[in-house]
């Protein structure tokens, strides 16, 4: 059943955390720079404002702003936003994110799409917003069933069809959300408009066909560069979550470095995190994942990628045919994001319609670049409302 939803965490979290902020421990480590991971000098700085200046009530009213809702579908508890769309005749989009981010990541979007001429666009092209919480994230349940990972692309469809009442959707993501929206549309395709990306699933990586062009060719040996270089925190996710949970559930600290490193790390902003985020985004973000517990459950994703046998990838394979590759889809690519695939490796895989190079930006593009993502969005569903 659906019920209005309020976020209010408790005050004694809050004490709690004000307990172990002022108790923090940090490595003795006198190389400020980022070259290993976190800087020492800004985890510092993180944790002086969030402990003396950061006003978590002040961040809860501004997402209570927005309507939020939960209810039981297929049996897990999920959390979402649903804002609807001041137009003519607004068109249902679902919006997903990944990790190591929240429903957060698209605060600043939901008011360009839903209300579109109070941003000097045109109301015909209004959206009725749903951006829900992926299982195990944040207000919403766990969900390790069901195939997991492999089918929360069924839970959204039922989330939008059957509770929310939408015959005919768009669906948006990055991330894991690129990946949850590509099986919206290889599974559910009658019922899925059209899909936009802001990256290309990394599973795709693991196919390699014989006819690679020069272009395939030097974007696949990047992204095996990236996962030597950079990929360790995946594999400790995805084959050791457990373990790797226990101190981020327990340390403020060690949660803020391990989620605010990859924001500096993915992002359009060079040696300044602070000039593609304020401080008070970055924490609100933290925030979510402490006040509900959910580090250990948001690994879920990668365990179960990890932990895929041969009957997953031929179920997987075999769904293949169903209809991500006839479902339009656009992508709108950011430089500073994790990968840069071409377009022409898209195109194995989705009916490429729009394919848009932003001239800056980076992984959280929802967050860093919201109005250029925006209107890509409004453009590339036009001809398909």
């Known amino acids: 059943?659906?019920?209005?939803?309020?976020?209010?965490?408790?005050?004694?979290?809050?004490?709690?955390?004000?307990?172990?902020?002022?108790?923090?421990?940090?490595?003795?480590?006198?190389?400020?720079?980022w070259n290993a991971g976190m800087s020492p000098a800004y985890l510092?700085?993180?944790?002086?404002?969030?402990?003396?200046?950061?006003?978590?009530?002040?961040?809860?009213?501004?997402?209570?702003?927005?309507?939020?809702?939960?209810?039981?579908i297929d049996g897990t508890r999920i959390h979402f936003i649903h804002e609807r769309g001041q137009g003519p005749s607004p068109l249902p989009l679902i919006l997903t994110h990944g990790y190591p981010d929240s429903f957060f990541r698209f605060y600043k979007l939901i008011g360009l799409l839903t209300d579109p001429a109070a941003h000097g666009g045109d109301p015909i092209d209004a959206f009725d917003v749903v951006v829900p919480s992926l299982p195990g994230y944040g207000f919403s349940e766990p969900r390790e069933g069901h195939g997991g990972l492999f089918g929360f692309g069924d839970l959204w469809q039922k989330l939008m069809t059957?509770?929310?009442?939408?015959?005919?959707?768009?669906?948006?993501?990055?991330?894991?959300?690129?990946?949850?929206?590509?099986?919206?549309?290889r599974s559910h395709a009658s019922s899925v408009v059209g899909i936009h990306l802001t990256d290309l699933p990394f599973w795709h990586i693991f196919q390699k066909p014989s006819d690679l062009t020069q272009d395939e060719q030097k974007f696949l040996e990047r992204n095996e560069r990236w996962q030597k270089e950079d990929g360790a925190y995946a594999m400790i996710?995805?084959?050791?979550?457990?373990?790797?949970?226990?101190?981020?559930?327990?340390?403020?600290?060690?949660?803020?470095?391990?989620?605010?490193?990859?924001?500096?790390?993915?992002?359009?902003?060079?040696?300044?995190?602070?000039?593609?985020?304020?401080?008070?985004?970055?924490?609100?973000?933290?925030?979510?994942?402490?006040?509900?517990?959910?580090?250990?459950?948001?690994?879920?994703?990668?365990?179960?990628?990890?932990?895929?046998?041969?009957?997953?990838?031929f179920k997987e394979k075999a769904k293949d045919w169903l209809g991500s590759s006839t479902t339009p889809a656009g992508f709108a690519l950011f430089p500073k994001d994790i990968s840069s695939p071409p377009r022409e490796w898209?195109?194995?895989?989705?009916?490429?319609q729009r394919w848009?190079?932003?001239?800056?930006?980076?992984?959280?593009?929802?967050?860093?670049?919201?109005?250029?993502?925006?209107?890509?969005?409004?453009?590339?569903?036009?001809?398909l409302r």
């Open 44 to 72: 510092r700085e993180l944790i002086t404002y969030w402990r003396d200046q950061f006003d978590w009530r002040s961040q809860e009213a501004l997402l209570n702003r927005f309507q939020h809702y939960r209810s039981a």
């Open 162 to 185: 059957e509770e929310l009442g939408y015959s005919r959707f768009g669906a948006h993501g990055g991330d894991w959300g690129s990946t949850i929206t590509e099986h919206l549309a």
């Open 346 to 352: 898209a195109e194995r895989f989705f009916n490429v």
């Open 356 to 383: 848009t190079e932003m001239p800056r930006g980076g992984h959280f593009a929802a967050l860093e670049e919201p109005k250029r993502l925006a209107e890509d969005i409004r453009e590339f569903f036009q001809p």
């Open 237 to 313: 996710q995805g084959t050791r979550p457990r373990t790797a949970a226990v101190g981020l559930t327990d340390s403020p600290a060690g949660l803020a470095a391990w989620i605010v490193e990859k924001f500096r790390e993915w992002s359009d902003c060079g040696d300044d995190i602070e000039s593609s985020y304020s401080t008070d985004e970055l924490l609100t973000n933290v925030m979510l994942y402490w006040a509900t517990g959910t580090i250990g459950s948001s690994f879920q994703p990668y365990h179960d990628v990890m932990n895929a046998g041969a009957v997953r990838w």
């Open 1 to 33: 059943m659906l019920e209005s939803f309020e976020i209010a965490v408790t005050d004694t979290i809050l004490e709690d955390l004000a307990l172990r902020l002022r108790a923090t421990r940090l490595p003795l480590d006198a190389d400020d720079d």
